[in-house]
């Protein structure tokens, strides 16, 4: 007998006595033929003693706990079994842990980063400045005087100047939205090439033009504005490298989710792998429906249940051939003629045809609590026949006729733990305040929406991580995946360039529509 | 006499001459059948042609106890001539007029005709 057997059929047991101890919380419940309670007897096909949990796992106590803050308003929910309650105090720790010590490293090199941006900006702002003033400070009285032109010249650096002030303001100061692991490729170049650039332009000035105490203030002044110039152009580069190139789509990506396979398409341009990997995340909170383990449970016990009947005996001798033993009871278990499929069928159905009934009376409830409201208008407000109510206390009091209907939709499911009673009742008040039907307030409700849309504590993703093959600062190119991933599910993203499309032309002369009749008479003669 | 079976299904086309005397109905002369095609017609609707590009006259309906019938004509049959003028390549209108003669009493067509049915009763019954 193998251990890990073992160890699964003691899981199954636990999700059995969880299954047990918990049913006697549960009220008006339907599912007596819950799959649960058939998971322990099936499994256990082979004489084994199943010996009963020591002490209950330390998560179902916080789970409990949990429930016991958010869910008085109702029964006690009881989705979560043995294994999920496992991982998810084990994930805890380590995320804690994980958030600690990252949290300073990642703040230090960004802070680096952006400090060394301002200084180099403005030392190069004040640069043309300097070489402006510089000769007038220090050998005024030897400089030849310089009229109209000069003053030209200084109007001229004083727009060119504040047109850069304004460029480089729009362009760059921006809230930084993402930690990135790797350096910007084309920023750490832009930045180079500025310091390259003022670093020659003051070697210049200092050897030609301190030194010697050049008398052509003129000169000096059109150096000076020919340096502007170019600090314009290199802003014009900065724009066409940072935010221009990659807004022609040259590839489309497709990322799919681990764990339930909901998958999305996006164009992207010429990009990075990691700014790729922050334009798919960024979308991600937007389009893809939000992560609930609670809904991964069914696959989970079926294919549980799939190795759990079958246990390997060695009549040869001793020998402890592991992969002959999983081989052949990946065998058995192909041979064997299990019904799941048919099972599945059945459950699916089942399923479909429970989560349309409560829907719809869960529809009903709440269109019928929304006829006990009504908006005052002004005019109305002072000879108000009862007492009047901000949309607070009218949510409140229309909450509890439709809080058993919602309850149990949200059961079904299995959405209730995104919904806590007090985000309903802002929820309702919010849409009784803006007019809307008892149909914009289920909107939420009824269809599981983007991550965004619901509270930070359900995320379950945070902090990613970017596993890739490829550097991660190298360009996408067709065929690249790389992988992000949390703690609790990752997404694969596939990258595949758009085809090159051949485009022709045909030329149709307006007259040339031309038609006949087709005839087929038949006449008598 | 023996009884030879033909398993054959090569369909067999073969000509046949037939004299219809017209019935004189009021002011008109009727032969009692009706025709289509012609080189103006669409000849991919033809329910009776064998080849869809055949642009021949067919007879399309014939009239129970008409002189057609009388006669021998069938339905499905191809014109092929009427007293000597050839009905192959003639516009609708034109083989009309070729078989509504007003001072013609008969009118003599060369008709083909494809019948499988008829060849193998033929050659089972020699």
């Known amino acids: 007998m193998s251990t890990a057997m073992d160890t699964e059929s003691t899981y199954s047991g636990y999700s059995h006595y969880s299954g047990h101890s918990k049913k006697a919380h549960r009220q008006g419940r339907d599912r007596h033929k819950s799959p649960r309670s058939k998971d322990g007897s099936r499994s256990e096909k082979s004489v084994t003693i199943q010996t009963p949990p020591a ?114 303001w729009a362009l760059f100061f921006r809230q930084p939205k993402a930690d990135i692991p790797r350096v910007f490729v084309f920023r750490a170049l832009l930045l180079v090439l500025i310091f390259l650039f003022v670093f020659s332009y003051w070697l210049f000035y200092g050897v030609r033009i301190l030194d010697s105490k050049d008398t052509n203030y003129q000169g000096i002044v059109q150096y000076a504005v020919s340096l502007v110039d170019a600090l314009l152009f290199i802003h014009y580069l900065a724009i066409v490298l940072l935010e221009l190139r990659q807004l022609q789509p040259m590839f489309t990506v497709k990322v799919v989710r681990s764990t339930d396979g909901e998958s999305r398409y996006y164009s992207l341009g010429h990009l990075s792998i990691q700014r790729a990997a922050l334009v798919v995340l960024e979308n991600y909170y937007r389009d893809f429906t939000v992560y609930n383990p609670a809904l991964l449970t069914a696959s989970k016990s079926r294919a549980a249940k799939h190795m759990a009947g079958l246990k390997v005996y060695n009549v040869d001798g001793p020998g402890n051939n592991a992969s002959g033993q999983s081989r052949a009871m990946i065998a058995a278990a192909a041979r064997r ?93 919010f849409c009784i305040t803006n007019n809307m039907t008892p149909k914009a307030f289920l909107e939420r409700y009824l269809n599981p929406g983007p991550t965004l849309q619901y509270d930070r504590d359900r ?67 | 006499p023996v009884i030879t079976v033909f398993n054959c299904f090569i369909s067999v086309s073969f000509q046949q001459r037939i004299e219809i005397h017209k019935l004189r109905q009021g002011d008109n002369l009727i032969l009692g059948f009706s025709i289509g095609g012609g080189i103006d017609q669409d000849p991919t609707q033809n329910p009776f042609s064998e080849d869809k590009t055949d642009k021949g006259i067919y007879v399309t309906r014939v009239t129970e106890g008409g002189p057609a019938e009388v006669a021998g004509l069938q339905i499905g049959d191809k014109i092929m001539q009427v007293n000597g003028w050839d009905m192959t390549m003639v516009t609708h209108d034109q083989a009309r007029k070729r078989l509504t003669k007003r001072n013609e009493e008969v009118v003599r067509l060369l008709v083909t005709r494809q019948s499988l049915q008829k060849a193998v009763q033929q050659s089972m019954m020699s």
């Open chain 1, 55 to 168: 002490e209950p796992l330390l998560g179902n106590d916080a789970s409990r706990a949990e429930e016991g803050q958010d869910d008085n308003w109702g029964e006690t929910t009881t989705a979560i079994t043995g294994t999920s309650e496992h991982s998810i105090s084990q994930e805890d720790i380590a995320r804690i842990s994980k958030d600690l010590e990252d949290s300073v490293g990642l703040d230090c090199k960004r802070y680096l980063g952006l400090t060394v941006a301002a200084v180099l900006g403005l030392l190069v702002f004040l640069t043309p400045i300097a070489f402006i003033l510089l000769p007038q400070i220090l050998w005024r009285d030897d400089l030849e005087p310089c009229g109209t032109v000069c003053e030209g010249l200084f109007i001229s650096v004083a727009f060119k100047l504040l047109i850069l002030l304004i460029g480089t």
């Open chain 1, 459 to 525: 995320w379950f993703s945070k902090q990613w991580t970017l596993v890739s093959e490829e550097a991660v600062t190298s360009g996408l190119q067709d065929g690249i995946v790389f992988v992000l991933k949390c703690l609790d599910f990752s997404l694969v993203v596939n990258v595949k360039k758009i085809p090159f499309i051949k485009l022709s032309e045909e030329f149709i002369d307006p007259k040339s529509h031309k038609f006949v009749l087709r005839l087929q008479s038949e006449t008598s003669v």
């Open chain 1, 337 to 429: 003629r299990d019904s799941s499929h048919n099972e599945l069928y059945y459950e699916e159905a089942d399923h479909e045809r429970r989560v349309k009934k409560r829907r719809a009376r869960l529809v009903v409830a709440v269109e019928e609590a929304f006829t006990h409201i009504k908006r005052l208008q002004a005019e109305e407000q002072q000879k108000a026949p009862g007492e009047m109510m901000d949309p607070r206390e009218a949510a409140q009091a229309i909450f509890p006729s439709m809080a058993r209907a919602l309850q149990k939709y949200l059961r079904t499911t299995r959405q209730q733990q995104y919904h806590s009673m007090e985000s309903i009742l802002q929820h309702l008040s």
